[in-house]
């Protein structure tokens, strides 16, 4: 009985390393969703300065078809100069002109401001492709890093499968089939250590005379609270 019971700590052991690994694996798909955050706002970044540019771009050429129109407007009047035939009616085509001149210089003055902005937002566009690049190659390197990570987890799995299976066999099946099931209902812990009259397990007192008989008898015995095998070290 005394080596069953060790076969049963064994045998928890390597259940508990199983679990925790397990749960290491299952938590993969989290990790990597964790680091795609950077990415989608760098993503989210390049969109929202493209648009900008776009916006910029869009500005820009609708005064160049402003300052065409002002310009053909000038050569016409500046043509019809000859047709006039008062002094007065000359002073006022010139001060026509004179007024189409500044706002062609308005015009002008909008252009180039246009032009530094619309540079300067192609240039905000490059850093957050470049951003995006950058963030999507980390990405790729922590991937890489954690499907290693899983082949590596999965390998010790294998090993502690087979140090599992050759434990088992040296178990009865009734005592197999009461650690699964007491594994099942325990959130994975079927076996015990009882110290100072407390379980391990469920933190509960044990009665002093089983305390002492988990020491002294020769068989199995079960925490009266949660049902799980006990066991004293000392
Ligand atoms: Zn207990």
């Given at each position: 009985?005394?080596?069953?019971?060790?076969?049963?700590?064994?045998?928890?052991?390597?259940?508990?390393q199983?679990?925790?690994?397990?749960?290491?694996?299952?938590?993969?798909?989290?990790?990597?969703?964790?680091?795609?955050?950077?990415?989608?706002?760098?993503?989210?970044?390049?969109?929202?300065?493209?648009?900008?540019?776009?916006?910029?771009?869009?500005?820009?050429?609708?005064?160049?078809?402003?300052?065409?129109?002002?310009?053909?407007?000038?050569?016409?009047?500046?043509?019809?100069?000859?047709?006039?035939?008062?002094?007065?009616?000359?002073?006022?085509?010139?001060?026509?002109?004179?007024?189409?001149?500044?706002?062609?210089?308005?015009?002008?003055?909008?252009?180039?401001?246009?032009?530094?902005?619309?540079?300067?937002?192609?240039?905000?566009?490059k850093?957050?492709?470049?951003?995006?690049?950058?963030?999507?190659?980390?990405?790729?390197?922590?991937?890489?890093?954690?499907?290693?990570?899983?082949q590596?987890?999965?390998?010790?799995?294998?090993?502690l499968?087979?140090?599992?299976?050759?434990?088992?066999?040296?178990?009865?099946?009734?005592?197999?089939?009461?650690?699964?099931?007491?594994?099942?209902?325990?959130?994975?812990?079927?076996?015990?250590?009882?110290?100072d009259?407390?379980?391990?397990?469920?933190?509960?007192?044990?009665?002093?005379q089983?305390?002492?008989?988990?020491k002294?008898?020769?068989?199995?015995?079960?925490?009266?609270?949660?049902?799980?095998?006990?066991?004293?070290?000392q």
């Amino acid at each position: 009985m005394k080596e069953d019971l060790e076969h049963l700590i064994r045998l928890q052991q390597i259940d508990t390393q199983i679990i925790t690994k397990k749960t290491e694996i299952e938590r993969i798909p989290d990790e990597i969703i964790k680091f795609t955050s950077p990415l989608k706002a760098a993503e989210k970044e390049l969109q929202a300065q493209k648009a900008r540019y776009e916006s910029s771009e869009k500005k820009r050429r609708n005064k160049e078809l402003e300052l065409s129109e002002i310009s053909d407007k000038i050569e016409k009047l500046k043509a019809r100069t000859s047709d006039i035939k008062t002094n007065k009616e000359y002073q006022a085509h010139l001060k026509e002109i004179e007024k189409k001149e500044k706002e062609k210089y308005l015009i002008e003055d909008d252009i180039l401001f246009l032009m530094e902005e619309t540079e300067e937002a192609l240039q905000r566009v490059k850093e957050a492709e470049k951003k995006v690049e950058e963030e999507k190659k980390r990405l790729k390197e922590i991937e890489e890093e954690l499907k290693k990570k899983q082949q590596q987890i999965e390998k010790e799995l294998d090993e502690l499968k087979a140090q599992r299976s050759e434990i088992t066999k040296k178990i009865n099946k009734e005592l197999y089939d009461q650690y699964m099931m007491l594994l099942e209902k325990n959130n994975g812990l079927a076996i015990a250590e009882a110290k100072d009259e407390v379980c391990l397990g469920c933190y509960m007192s044990i009665p002093p005379q089983l305390y002492v008989e988990i020491k002294t008898e020769d068989k199995i015995f079960t925490c009266p609270q949660c049902g799980r095998f006990l066991y004293r070290s000392q």
